[in-house]
């Protein structure tokens, strides 16, 4: 799976718009980009993913750029309870492959009244 | 999306107990379950892949005879700590995939072993 880099942490103010980017330039063609997060002491939590086209959720957008090799998670108004660790993970999707989940270290968002 | 439940959401033992922690998926069949563990303030680790109706896959460091690991139905898969020791305390938790091989996580399990 490829690796992902994104920044160690971020702050956002309540009521608005949280953009968190993630870079993953050496995605292959069949890799999908996944968005998890994880609320202090809780297992992770699916937000969205996509392949290659925008996608829009009831939690948030992702934007993948053209060529792929980066994207950005949109939370529209972020509330206090946002604040938790963003993940982004790019395996293979679909049937028997990309099992199993790979975390990196994530973005520490911060979501400030 | 589908549910995962773990149980129990946290645990005390004594040092050289075992505990054990149940993972359910509860309105899908899971095929495949995963175990991971995280440390305060690092990201998660993968331990070890269950499959159902057989042995696990453990990751490169994980000890399969210390964390016994059962994926005994399609609902269930349990993971057991033995002989537990104070650098076994971690946040441990499951993950199972449904059809569409989309994972859902349980909401992790917190082992203090004094």
């Known amino acids: 799976d490829a690796k992902t880099t994104q920044p160690p942490s971020m702050d956002c103010a309540e009521g608005r718009a949280a953009n968190l980017p993630c870079n993953h330039s050496t995605i292959s063609g069949n890799e999908y980009v996944y968005w998890y997060r994880q609320i202090h002491s809780q297992g992770p939590q699916y937000i969205i993913h996509?392949?290659?086209n925008n996608e829009t959720n009831e939690m948030a957008s992702l934007i993948i750029t053209e060529d792929r090799k980066s994207s950005t998670l949109i939370l529209p108004h972020a509330t206090l309870r946002d604040t938790a660790v963003y993940y982004c993970i790019v395996r293979v999707g679909g049937g028997n492959a990309g099992n199993m989940l790979t975390f990196g270290g994530g973005t520490r968002l911060m979501v400030k009244p | 999306g589908a549910v995962v439940s773990q149980h129990p959401s946290w645990v005390i033992c004594k040092s050289g107990t075992s505990v054990k922690i149940e993972c359910r998926s509860l309105d899908f069949q899971a095929t495949t379950m995963f175990w991971y563990r995280q440390f305060p303030k690092q990201s998660l680790m993968l331990m070890a892949t269950?499959?159902?109706?057989?042995?696990?896959?453990?990751e490169q460091g994980v000890e399969k005879d210390k964390f016994l690991i059962n994926h005994a139905s399609l609902t269930l898969s349990t993971l057991t700590v033995t002989s537990a020791h104070p650098e076994d305390s971690s946040f441990y938790i499951c993950s199972a995939r449904d059809l569409r091989a989309e994972a859902f996580f349980g909401q992790g399990t917190r082992l203090t072993v004094v």
């Open positions: 996509g392949l290659k």
């Open positions: 269950s499959n159902e109706g057989s042995k696990a896959t453990y």
